[in-house]
């Protein structure tokens, strides 16, 4: 039983009510910096932006293209500009409503209304809860952080044929003349001959706007014109974001210059310079005669919304996206601004390509927006250039092994001595054999100089950076370096350019490698270095870092769509205008060279729409030539969807589909919505139960009439089936209904099974067919649906009169067909587990600064933010740590499974002023590049409340002030799960790897008591131990009882559960427990259920007067 102090209950006035028990969820969230706790938060209004309108509105003409019938959006017509303008006044009532409310002008840092209709203001929690409230206002949330994600490419996906018009169907070749294509990324290198106005194949580019007429930060006219920013007839406009780098478009990165030349950059003669060695190829984009406007808006949310609106604005044709988050939420979110910008910017007629993701190769790691169907998500695969390298001439020990071959874009070195660096004790940290130590990603050298003299260094593969690793055996002495995965990441390895010789080898050769290593004595090798390899062989081998199907949020949508080349990628890179080139590998580089066969195609075929150019593309990709990762079993379509993009005969494919926005739309699942009925090349099914079956349109774009033969092929075991019509003829123009059957009856159930749709040309002699067109089959086989878990309430609570009993009832329901299986019981304390981390800063003098100290650091690893130790309060004796003004303590933690509970006491002044932030992140380091928060948890002294920022269920709680009091949460990384409770009351519970940011990952990353420039609050006995887990050690509650503790639900059915509160001999107050149900729904195997019983209270609300 968890019994909570008596607390004193006041009627509070409608508007305090209102800012403090107002929700707002919050996606990916920032960590707020602003002394005055301002944030960015997104806001969508309710009507339509500018590129879906559809002439619902008395006196406001449609502006949607596909209504009018027209390809783009015409943002000059008169019906845009009306339409514009209305939506102008709703945004301008509601900044005049929201100065009103809160008694000044707030900033409103962007306005959106082309694809998204909105905007985004710098406002407190508390006035974001209140704008949730407003008229118009569909969904608030705080800024959120999206992450990142050429010489042989583009003749490897056949883009030769189509510039040279082998493969164009009798119509001239193009480069991508006249086609626009937008980047939204890090910005771009301007002065990088890939953006030049003159190729290097002497091509001088024409700009669509006119010569001298550019957008952004080159159109003297724009607020944002900057003089010396080198726009021209290819680079036709670069924009900056105000949020970001300042708002210069220059690349702060030099990723938005390598994806923008991959995918539409000039033919140059790049030279890629590395620390030991140094290439020279020519390299080319896709669409090396498409202009380029680059939107320099990475990576958050609201500057990327602005960026979506505005390529619209600039009549973008292709965007290429290599932009997204590691976990996927469903693309009919109204919190995803760019997923539901993206899909009114295909309303406006354009064509968006985005990385699937770098989490692969395990299942399911496709991330958002990438699960979209209304984007072309792309997963990387190889192409047949290489730069191997190799282990060679290896002697001593046992018995040597044979030449190790791997990658590397190093020199050669050796023979040398060959060392296992797990076998030299760490100076730093605690992980040598990972060759780091400290943060993630971090320079840190486990060793110091000198601990090496020359030898070949093997490192196994970890949380560290690879090319991170080589530098810190470099600076401890090491000659050369050998990274070895583990099983964690199997066979995919890089080929980067490492500060000395250095190979990466897979995990079955570092197995090999290591246990030799583990024998005998005497051990050398030789580095060989890396040579230049061009081989079919080499190509089409899906990268082992590519994220893999199936889609989480929406199953029956197939991804990724199609594979491109994204290893070892030779592209622009550089920062600001330093002009150079690198490798690079992702599926960020796999992205741009489907945007850039896009533009091929748009400029081949400009009347096709975005859906039929994404069709040709899917149903023109050969997978019957694709491998795993491993090099030798055949590739299915979670790990490269349609295959791998082929423009060879995308641009004559001769079927193409389409299909709308409205059933886009539809098809959410949120809303009764069906995926699988969604005319896309591809044939999903989440749950296949005996049979299942689709139904696909194609359209005759050959410009003859064909006869199609339609078979279903390449079925796994025990699955069979069937399409009809088995053959249909299409004259040019006219379309075909296609019902294609699964049969899963005799298949293994519980499993995803694969096939193909293939469409073949009837051949007529001496005449040119079409080629084969192919949709990929992924279906799920299950014998009926399973339980699924059908809840009345989600927490319970009743007021009951002193030595009174009241009854509630839970309904336990079941919408499955499967059978449901429960048990209810109450939950018991959680039990605590040796080990651990704990600290009570009594070993550390008073007064002492904890930077540097016991693994604290200031955030950012920065010593002006971190805390002192002090004696003015104390659970234990003598000190505490004082969080105050510029105070920003963070501790690592490396924890990634179990059930842990961290504990801590905090110790809050009656005198607090400001607002004060407890925070668990779980990525966490110094550079920023990948945190994410798991919770956000405001002390507000201007309202002395607790408030809870993120998606987590429960209401604030007052504030307890001039005690030590004590603040706990159970963090369950198995179920992924949370609960917050303060001075023992539940704050919210929820998800740990979606409640703030989060990013999917389920990790404790770091504890960060953030001072935000409020006055002090303490801290002590902090500890985060491994524990029981949450609903783990079933207990009585003396005041509750169940009228049935287990059953049995059939499909369709229910129980109920009368659930008694007893108050009996109770005195008043608030007392609070929880019910644990255990399910066999796949979706729900554990639902905690918040109890509350109020005692002899009235319908008052809370207030804390202080002192």
Not at 575 to 595: L, Q, R, Y
Request: aromatic content about 8%; overall charge negative.
């Amino acid at each position: 039983m968890n019994v909570s102090r008596a607390r004193n209950w006041l009627l509070l006035i409608p508007a305090l009510m209102l800012m403090v028990f107002a929700t707002v969820s919050a996606r990916t969230q920032p960590e707020s910096g602003s002394p005055d706790g301002l944030d960015i938060y997104l806001i969508r209004l309710s009507d339509a932006p500018l590129a879906s309108y559809r002439g619902d509105i008395t006196g406001l003409e449609a502006t949607n293209p596909g209504v009018l019938g027209e390809r783009k959006l015409n943002v000059a017509s008169s019906a845009s500009q009306a339409y514009a303008t209305f939506l102008e006044g709703k945004r301008a009532a509601l900044i005049n409503q929201m100065d009103q409310v809160f008694g000044r002008s707030v900033d409103v840092v962007y306005e959106y209304y082309v694809t998204n209709n909105g905007m985004a203001v710098r406002l407190t929690a508390a006035e974001a809860a209140i704008v949730a409230e407003m008229p118009d206002v569909v969904v608030v949330r705080r800024d959120y952080e999206r992450q990142l994600m050429t010489d042989a490419g583009p003749a490897w996906i056949g883009a030769p044929e189509i510039w040279n018009g082998t493969a164009t169907g009798g119509m001239p070749g193009t480069k991508g003349e006249g086609i626009i294509v937008g980047v939204i990324d890090t910005g771009i290198n301007p002065s990088n001959p890939s953006f030049a106005d003159i190729g290097g194949d002497a091509y001088d580019h024409d700009n669509p706007f006119g010569s001298g007429t550019y957008v952004g930060v080159c159109d003297s006219g724009d607020p944002s014109f900057d003089p010396t920013f080198p726009c021209n007839d290819k680079l036709i406009g670069a924009w900056g974001f105000p949020t970001v780098n300042g708002g210069d478009p220059r690349d702060n990165d030099g990723h938005g210059s390598h994806t923008a030349s991959t995918s539409a950059g000039n033919v140059v003669t790049a030279t890629v310079v590395g620390p030991t060695l140094t290439v020279t190829r020519t390299i080319t984009g896709v669409a090396p005669h498409a202009n380029i406007i680059a939107y320099a808006a990475c990576c958050t949310a609201s500057a990327l919304a602005s960026a979506i609106d505005q390529v619209v604005l600039d009549g973008v044709d292709v965007v290429n996206y290599s932009i997204g988050s590691d976990a996927p939420t469903s693309p009919w979110d109204p919190g995803d601004f760019d997923s539901s910008g993206f899909l009114a910017a295909r309303d406006a007629g354009v064509f968006v390509a985005t990385s699937a993701g770098n989490n692969g190769p395990g299942a399911a790691t496709v991330g958002s927006p990438a699960v979209a169907p209304w984007i072309l998500s792309v997963g990387a695969s190889t192409h047949d250039r290489a730069y191997p390298n190799a282990v060679t001439d290896m002697s001593g020990g046992g018995t040597p092994p044979a030449d190790m071959f791997g990658k590397g874009f190093t020199d050669g070195y050796g023979p040398a001595d060959i060392v296992f660096a797990g076998d030299f004790p760490a100076d730093v940290g605690t992980t040598p054999e990972l060759c780091g130590a400290g943060a993630a990603q971090s320079n840190t050298s486990p060793w110091n100089p000198g601990t090496f003299s020359g030898q070949i260094v093997v490192c196994e593969r970890g949380i560290y950076g690879r090319v991170e690793k080589g530098e810190n055996v470099l600076a401890a002495g090491a000659g050369g370096y050998i990274l070895v995965n583990t099983a964690a990441q199997g066979e995919s390895i890089n080929g980067d350019a490492h500060a000395l010789p250095g190979v990466h080898l897979g995990a079955t050769l570092g197995d090999q490698l290591l246990t030799w290593l583990a024998s005998g004595s005497g051990h050398t090798a030789v580095i060989a270095g890396a040579v230049l390899d061009i081989d079919p062989a080499n190509g089409d081998i899906m990268a082992g870092f590519s994220s893999r199907g199936p889609n989480v949020p929406a199953p029956s949508i197939i991804v990724p769509s199609l594979s491109a080349p994204g290893v070892d990628i030779i592209a622009a890179d550089g920062v600001g205008d330093a002009v150079s080139w690198g490798f690079n590998s992702g599926t960020s580089m796999a992205s741009p060279h489907a945007a850039g066969a896009a533009a091929l195609l748009m400029a081949l075929h400009p009347t096709w729409t975005p859906a039929e150019i994404q069709s040709a593309m899917m149903l023109s990709a050969d997978p019957s030539a694709m491998l795993k990762d491993d090099g030798s079993t055949p590739a299915d379509p979670f790990d490269d969807g349609s295959g791998r993009v082929d423009l060879t005969h995308a641009g004559i494919i001769g079927l193409v589909m389409d299909e709308s926005t409205a059933n886009y739309t539809a098809a959410n699942p949120d809303t009764g919505g069906d995926p699988s009925t969604l005319n896309l090349a591809s044939l999903g099914q989440g749950a296949c139960q005996d049979t299942c079956s689709w139904n696909r349109t194609v359209t005759n774009r050959s410009g003859n009439t064909w006869t199609w033969n339609a078979s279903v092929i390449d079925l796994s075991g025990g699955v069979t089936g069937d399409v009809s019509p088995t053959s249909f003829s299409l004259a040019d123009g006219a379309s075909q209904t296609i019902t294609v059957t699964l049969d899963v009856t005799g298949a293994t159930l519980n499993t995803w099974h694969f096939g193909q749709l293939e469409l073949a040309p009837t051949v007529v002699e001496g005449d040119p067919a079409p080629p084969n067109s192919y949709m990929p089959i992924a279906a799920f086989a299950i014998d009926a649906l399973p339980p699924a878990l059908d809840l009345s309430a989600t927490s319970l609570s009743a007021t009951v009169a002193p030595d009174q009993t009241t009854n509630v009832d839970l309904t336990i329901g079941n919408t499955g067909e499967q059978s449901l299986e429960w048990s209810l019981f109450e939950y018991g304390p959680i039990t605590a587990v040796e080990g651990g981390w704990s600290d009570n800063f009594d070993s550390y003098a008073t007064g002492s600064q904890l930077h540097g100290q016991g693994g604290w650091k200031g955030w950012a690893n920065d010593p002006s933010a971190g805390a002192l130790t002090s004696s003015a309060q104390a659970v234990s004796t003598p000190n505490s740590v004082e969080i105050v003004g510029a105070s920003d303590l963070v501790q690592e933690y490396t924890i990634d499974d179990g059930t842990w509970t961290f504990s801590g006491m905090q110790y809050i002044p009656a005198s607090l002023s400001g607002v004060t932030y407890f925070i668990m992140l779980n990525q966490y380091d110094d550079a920023g590049a990948t945190n994410n928060w798991s919770i956000e948890v405001q002390f507000d002294g201007t309202q002395d409340m607790v408030i809870a920022n993120g998606n987590g269920t429960g209401d604030p709680l007052p504030i307890i002030y001039d005690q030590w009091v004590e603040i706990r949460v159970e963090i369950d990384l198995v179920n992924d799960m949370q609960f917050f409770f303060y001075g023992g009351d539940l704050l919210y519970f929820g998800s740990w790897s979606e409640n703030v940011s989060g990013g999917g990952i389920t990790s404790i990353g770091a504890l960060d008591l953030f001072a935000n420039n409020a006055s002090a609050v303490y801290y002590d006995d902090l500890s985060l131990q491994p524990s029981s887990g949450f609903c783990a050690s079933p207990a009585d509650i003396p005041w509750l009882s169940l009228s049935d503790t287990s059953g049995t639900v059939a499909g369709g059915g229910s129980d109920t559960v009368t659930v008694t509160m007893d108050a009996t001999g109770l005195s008043s107050g608030s007392y609070s427990g929880f019910l644990c149900l255990e399910t066999n729904d796949p979706a729900a195997p554990l639902v905690p259920i918040p109890v509350e019983m109020l005692v002899g209270y009235l319908n008052y609300l809370p207030i804390v007067i202080k002192g």
